[in-house]
């Protein structure tokens, strides 16, 4: 079992930047993929990035793709979202994710473990 909590969140002006932090406990840090994910009012929840258990590998959705960047570090048993060039659309509840079953890291049905959120809006 996992335990994730999300920070960082906040209101930023088109163009700007936020760094999401998404901290975890329990389980064996470096022993699981991580994701994050959004979910804008009204809308499905989308894949926006995913790193491998080792952070070799990362992974992006085609609309931040060149502007976020997600990376991990085992020792402070954390993930981070670096949000650039932040548009509008970009405006939705950011949650983390832990892949615990090693399933594919690009599935929000792959994730075992959610962490509650963080709001993040953007204003022209």
């Known amino acids: 079992h996992v335990q994730l909590v999300e920070s960082g969140g906040g209101l930023v002006q088109a163009g700007g930047f936020l760094r999401l932090s998404c901290a975890a406990s329990?389980?064996?840090?470096?022993?699981?993929?991580m994701g994050w994910f959004r979910q804008a009012a009204g809308k499905e929840r989308e894949f926006v990035a995913a790193?491998?258990?080792?952070?070799?590998?990362?992974y992006y959705g085609d609309s931040v793709k060149g502007r976020f960047i997600m990376t991990r570090y085992i020792s402070k048993n954390t993930a981070y979202l670096q949000m650039n060039s932040l548009k509008p659309e970009d405006t939705a509840v950011y949650h983390c994710?832990?892949?615990?079953?090693?399933?594919?890291?690009?599935?929000?049905?792959?994730?075992?473990?959610w962490g509650q959120g963080t709001q993040v809006t953007v204003t022209s």
């Open positions: 994710a832990a892949n615990l079953i090693q399933g594919d890291l690009l599935d929000l049905d792959e994730y075992d473990q």
């Open positions: 329990g389980r064996t840090f470096s022993r699981y993929g």
């Open positions: 790193i491998n258990w080792s952070g070799g590998n990362t």
